[in-house]
């Protein structure tokens, strides 16, 4: 019953930037970790960039000097800042998130967004 909402993809030119965000709406308690993650054609998903719910954050070697990942508790949302995009940074972004449906069961599950398309061109 939980969705998450993503936004923000596009063409950009090399070196460009842009921002992505992720709204989480529906039946929830609490979210935990998030995290983005992105596949590219004829490749395995890989994780891009993690933010624990106190703010922890873990980055893939090939972005932590150009990507930026933030959320904001209040309003269920996660954002990943993208600069300096390189032509390699091109896949299908998704937002993911753990999250704890009812204060009533501990159980959390993994939602996944619907992918956003980013480009980069050279």
């Known amino acids: 019953q939980v969705q998450l909402v993503e936004s923000g993809g596009g063409l950009v030119e090399a070196g460009g930037s842009l921002r992505l965000s992720c709204v989480a709406s529906g039946r929830l308690f609490r979210i935990n970790d998030m995290g983005w993650y992105r596949q590219a054609p004829g490749k395995q998903r890989e994780l891009v960039a993690t933010v624990s719910r106190g703010g922890s954050t873990n980055y893939e070697d090939s972005v932590k000097d150009r990507f930026t990942i933030s959320r904001d508790n209040a309003q269920n949302t996660v954002y990943l800042e993208m600069n300096n995009l390189k032509p390699e940074d091109t896949a299908v972004y998704y937002c993911?998130?753990?999250?704890?449906?009812?204060?009533?069961?501990?159980?959390?599950?993994?939602?996944w967004g619907q992918g956003t398309q980013v480009t980069v061109s050279s």
């Open positions: 993911n998130a753990n999250v704890r449906a009812t204060a009533w069961e501990r159980v959390s599950d993994d939602v």
